[in-house]
């Protein structure tokens, strides 16, 4: 006998667990366009063999484009008023769906006999095609959380397991790509990361048509999905901005940890490459070193009321200034007991980018109340989207700038897996350094600019007539939240 | 926060002092014949990791390939201070005279690569403090030979007892040297015997038969290819049918590039989707040896491409290798042995050692 489906007083399916294994499934999906993104960079220089500085330069500019094609693509998408069947937003996640398929695989067309002109049409034409399709899925999934209901606590939990479907998203290619993408002599296989990415195209277009077919709308509301540009002069929001203690220093905290991971990710897969000779267990090393924010999560919520946001995330940023300290004076040897000594320092720094994760978007919440406290005025959206903005240029500038640096160092593309020792003896210190630059800025961020201590904050909401929980706040801070998962990665993309 | 960030500092300050403290004060001295080669580059690279892995700090010198100049930098590296030499000598004068420096100055003396020198030196000078390490020759012929004879086995078919690589039916593997160019010296090819030794020793069904591929041999490897694909009109003006070798044999990594760019006239081993595959194996040290993917060498860099990428990429089967990491282990531990004061073979692996050579056999790659 089937089981009955529970019905809502208007007749929607009653919010339940596959509400949000679906929701769930939708950041599995994109995750699975995703993760093959920072193997963009070891792709194109070692297999396709395109110069290191010239696809620095490229990298820049398809970043550049990123940047417009989000708020264009998320405009197209609010002006289009026609009437769908299904619900707009579920279908254009399920045309962005149809071209991620292939789109992914279209940046890893394995053919380094190209001449060079060819390789870089290619290489801009594919990641352009990829990223307006991943945006045409992405952008909408974000915003059909508040379509699926309105109640807080279902938010807050369609927020929790989309962190669940990311984190699987983001755990399953990390650990199982590295030993099928690289050959045994730790170079990479064109042909292999082609296939993979075909591979997992088809099971992020899965995951989405699971997520549109079981995801249920109870909130019929014309939502944007881009945010609209308050008529502001930049420069006065930019100096506003700039006088935002809380806002300087959450940023300056959040641009530190984007340049140092998402830039010495192909530092770490030259590391193991060429230092340590095992690519292949990269994947697993990395697995290991997310235990921490794993096990750390939970018991956020607790330690923030016990301890307070900046006093928490400081000593996160301590943590993972320690674990830097370390990871450069170590003896970390191309040894296994070199190799521990490394994921020792993963697993501290991890457990300091865990805590600081956990509370990264409460941070800006605050910072705006500050705005708010200090001038009178709210600036909300002009205050998130330069957040934004510094967020992505770190994201995009990050490896650029690590790849010239690797360049500088001697790293050639020419030599693939098999850098020179001393080149790779480099990456071992460059990583470390990388890792070391971030944690700094986050802890002068958070410890030195950010100025909303336990004790200021509780000032700043009494003045501000709210509670010592700031509880007239704690609508934008779940809003906040959901406008991101609560667990950051380093996948993120807004 | 300020006695945290102190006792941070105080302890990352302490762990500096402790871990950057080399086991050595002077650094060793590894003098290189003519460290620009390709084989001299690739030993310098794996000793550069052995010996940051044993902790010893060292310095590479490069004579350029002068003897009188390789002499001056061992004696200036003596007087330096230098607590053990590391030496591939130009040649057996150079290597006597740093041995009776080295023995002079009673420090280790460690000859790389130098086939057959220590005996000579030995003769004339006796000295405990001095090794040899190198390749095991022997291991060359009996492991690359061993590997062909494997894959043929493996690619005869027990059924029809047709072997994939006789591409012509005719019951047997012709092959061909593309470097050897007398019939004696196929005839009595140490790597051939060594083939067949082992498919006589096989318990396969169906044991391959080698046969000889005649040709007539040129300068170059490249144009030997081509003599072997395109038959040759004899002294008498009798003309040869074209050989077909089914099996190349190179014994000269450098030639590799020049025997695949010839191969490719005749749409071999270059596009695995439209050409066939003739079965090529060669020796060679573990990097450098020619382009492939580069048609014109434009950039130094884009020629740089090792036997180990042409294996990768499938244009060639496999390739005895020079176990370059396995011999500068073997250097950097009797050095650490030395520095240390303990018995210099210890930890050495004892398969490698013969009284005062150490010799490492090949490794097969691909």
């Given at each position: 006998m089937a089981k009955e489906i529970q019905l809502d007083e208007n007749g929607k399916r009653k919010f339940g667990i596959l509400d949000s294994i679906s929701y769930a499934a939708g950041d599995f999906g994109c995750n699975m366009s995703f993760a093959l993104k920072?193997?963009?960079?070891?792709?194109?220089?070692?297999?396709?063999?395109?110069?290191?500085?010239?696809?620095?330069?490229?990298?820049?500019?398809?970043?550049?484009?990123?940047?417009?094609?989000?708020?264009?693509?998320?405009?197209?998408?609010?002006?289009?008023?026609?009437?769908?069947?299904?619900?707009?937003?579920?279908?254009?996640?399920?045309?962005?769906?149809?071209?991620?398929?292939?789109?992914?695989?279209?940046?890893?067309?394995?053919?380094?006999?190209?001449?060079?002109?060819?390789?870089?049409?290619?290489?801009?034409?594919?990641?352009?095609?990829?990223?307006?399709?991943?945006?045409?899925?992405?952008?909408?999934?974000?915003?059909?959380?508040?379509?699926?209901?309105?109640?807080?606590?279902?938010?807050?939990?369609?927020?929790?397991?989309?962190?669940?479907?990311?984190?699987?998203?983001?755990?399953?290619?990390?650990?199982?790509?590295?030993?099928?993408?690289?050959?045994?002599?730790?170079?990479?296989?064109?042909?292999?990361?082609?296939?993979?990415?075909?591979?997992?195209g088809v099971l992020g277009f899965i995951s989405f048509q699971f997520m549109i077919r079981t995801t249920e709308i109870r909130v019929e509301e014309d939502l944007k999905v881009s945010e609209e540009a308050p008529k502001v002069n930049i420069l006065v929001a930019f100096k506003n901005f700039m006088l935002n203690r809380p806002a300087v220093g959450a940023t300056l905290a959040a641009m530190g940890m984007f340049i140092g991971m998402q830039g010495a990710a192909t530092a770490v897969t030259v590391l193991f490459q060429s230092y340590f000779k095992n690519v292949q267990v990269s994947g697993i090393i990395q697995l290991f070193s997310m235990i921490p924010i794993v096990i750390f999560t939970p018991l956020a919520r607790k330690m923030v009321t016990k301890y307070g946001k900046k006093e928490l995330s400081t000593v996160g940023a301590i943590c993972s200034v320690v674990a830097g300290v370390l990871m450069l004076i170590l003896p970390i040897t191309p040894t296994v007991l070199g190799m521990v000594l490394y994921v020792v320092c993963q697993l501290i720094y991890s457990l300091g980018l865990g805590i600081y994760s956990t509370v990264s978007w409460a941070l800006m919440g605050d910072a705006i109340d500050y705005n708010e406290w200090k001038t009178g005025t709210r600036?909300?959206?002009?205050?998130?989207?330069?957040?934004?903005?510094?967020?992505?240029?770190?994201?995009?500038?990050?490896?650029?700038?690590?790849?010239?640096?690797?360049?500088a160092l001697g790293y050639s593309e020419y030599h693939g897996g098999n850098q020179t020792f001393l080149v790779a003896l480099n990456m071992r210190y460059l990583v470390a350094a990388l890792y070391l630059l971030a944690a700094v800025m986050q802890f002068v961020g958070l410890a030195l600019i950010y100025n909303l201590d336990k004790k200021t904050l509780a000032q700043m909401n009494k003045d501000l007539g709210r509670d010592e929980n700031g509880n007239e706040a704690a609508a934008e801070a779940v809003e906040a939240a959901e406008a991101a998962p609560a667990l950051e990665t380093v996948s993120e993309e807004a | 926060m300020k006695k945290i960030l102190a006792l941070v500092l105080v302890v990352a300050l302490a762990l500096t002092a402790m871990v950057s403290c080399s086991i050595n004060d002077k650094e060793v001295a590894v003098i290189w014949a003519k460290q620009t080669d390709d084989f001299s580059a690739t030993m310098a690279d794996a000793l550069d990791r052995a010996l940051y892995i044993e902790n010893i700090k060292y310095k590479h010198y490069d004579a350029n390939g002068d003897s009188d100049a390789q002499k001056k930098l061992v004696d200036d590296a003596i007087a330096g201070g230098a607590p053990a030499l590391v030496l591939n000598p130009c040649n057996d004068v150079v290597a006597l005279h740093a041995l009776k420096a080295a023995k002079e100055a009673?420090?280790?003396?460690?000859?790389?690569?130098?086939?057959?020198?220590?005996?000579?030196?030995?003769?004339?000078?006796?000295?405990?403090?001095?090794?040899?390490?190198?390749?095991?020759?022997?291991?060359?012929?009996?492991?690359?030979?061993?590997?062909?004879?494997?894959?043929?086995?493996?690619?005869?078919?027990?059924?029809?007892?047709?072997?994939?690589?006789?591409?012509?039916?005719?019951?047997?593997?012709?092959?061909?040297?593309?470097?050897?160019?007398?019939?004696?010296?196929?005839?009595?090819?140490?790597?051939?015997?060594?083939?067949?030794?082992?498919?006589?020793?096989?318990?396969?069904?169906?044991?391959?038969?080698?046969?000889?591929?005649?040709?007539?041999?040129?300068?170059?490897?490249?144009?030997?290819?081509?003599?072997?694909?395109?038959?040759?009109?004899?002294?008498?003006?009798?003309?040869?049918?074209?050989?077909?070798?089914?099996?190349?044999?190179?014994?000269?990594?450098?030639?590799?590039?020049?025997?695949?760019?010839?191969?490719?006239?005749?749409?071999?081993?270059?596009?695995?989707?439209?050409?066939?595959?003739?079965?090529?194996?060669?020796?060679?040290?573990?990097?450098?040896?020619?382009?492939?993917?580069?048609?014109?060498?434009?950039?130094?860099?884009?020629?740089?491409?090792?036997?180990?990428?042409?294996?990768?990429?499938?244009?060639?089967?496999?390739?005895?290798?020079?176990?370059?990491?396995?011999?500068?282990?073997?250097?950097?531990?009797?050095?650490?042995?030395?520095?240390?004061?303990?018995?210099?073979?210890?930890?050495?692996?004892?398969?490698?050692?013969?009284?005062?050579?150490?010799?490492?056999?090949?490794?097969?790659?691909g």
């Open positions: 920072s193997t963009l960079i070891i792709f194109w220089t070692q297999f396709m063999k395109m110069d290191s500085i010239l696809y620095a330069l490229l990298l820049i500019i398809v970043q550049v484009w990123d940047a417009i094609n989000d708020p264009l693509i998320g405009s197209i998408i609010d002006a289009d008023k026609r009437k769908y069947k299904r619900n707009k937003f579920l279908t254009y996640i399920w045309f962005g769906s149809i071209g991620l398929l292939v789109a992914g695989a279209l940046c890893f067309l394995p053919i380094p006999n190209a001449y060079d002109w060819a390789k870089i049409i290619i290489f801009i034409a594919g990641y352009v095609v990829w990223d307006a399709f991943y945006t045409i899925a992405n952008v909408p999934y974000g915003s059909l959380l508040s379509l699926i209901s309105n109640d807080t606590a279902d938010r807050a939990s369609l927020s929790a397991w989309r962190s669940i479907g990311s984190i699987l998203g983001n755990m399953v290619p990390m650990v199982i790509l590295p030993m099928i993408i690289y050959d045994q002599n730790n170079n990479i296989v064109g042909m292999n990361v082609f296939l993979a990415a075909l591979i997992m600036e909300e959206g002009v205050v998130y989207s330069l957040h934004s903005f510094f967020r992505k240029l770190a994201q995009g500038a990050g490896p650029s700038i690590v790849l010239v640096i690797m360049a | 009673n420090i280790p003396l460690i000859f790389m690569c130098a086939t057959g020198i220590l005996d000579t030196v030995l003769n004339l000078v006796q000295y405990d403090k001095v090794y040899s390490i190198d390749v095991d020759a022997a291991s060359l012929t009996q492991k690359l030979g061993e590997r062909i004879a494997k894959d043929l086995i493996e690619n005869a078919n027990d059924k029809d007892k047709k072997n994939d690589y006789d591409r012509n039916g005719d019951g047997k593997i012709s092959y061909a040297f593309t470097d050897v160019v007398s019939l004696e010296a196929i005839g009595n090819s140490l790597l051939v015997q060594a083939i067949e030794k082992y498919i006589s020793e096989s318990n396969a069904a169906v044991k391959p038969v080698l046969e000889a591929a005649i040709f007539a041999p040129k300068l170059t490897a490249g144009e030997n290819v081509t003599s072997i694909f395109e038959g040759f009109t004899g002294a008498e003006g009798n003309d040869k049918v074209a050989t077909n070798a089914e099996l190349l044999l190179s014994m000269e990594d450098g030639d590799i590039d020049d025997i695949l760019l010839a191969m490719r006239a005749y749409q071999l081993n270059y596009n695995k989707l439209v050409t066939h595959f003739i079965p090529l194996y060669t020796v060679g040290v573990s990097a450098n040896a020619g382009s492939l993917l580069a048609e014109t060498a434009k950039d130094e860099e884009k020629a740089a491409y090792s036997v180990m990428n042409t294996i990768d990429s499938g244009y060639v089967s496999a390739a005895a290798l020079e176990d370059d990491d396995a011999m500068a282990t073997a250097a950097a531990v009797i050095l650490r042995n030395f520095i240390k004061g303990n018995e210099p073979l210890k930890d050495v692996v004892a398969d490698y050692v013969d009284g005062k050579k150490i010799s490492v056999p090949y490794t097969i790659y």
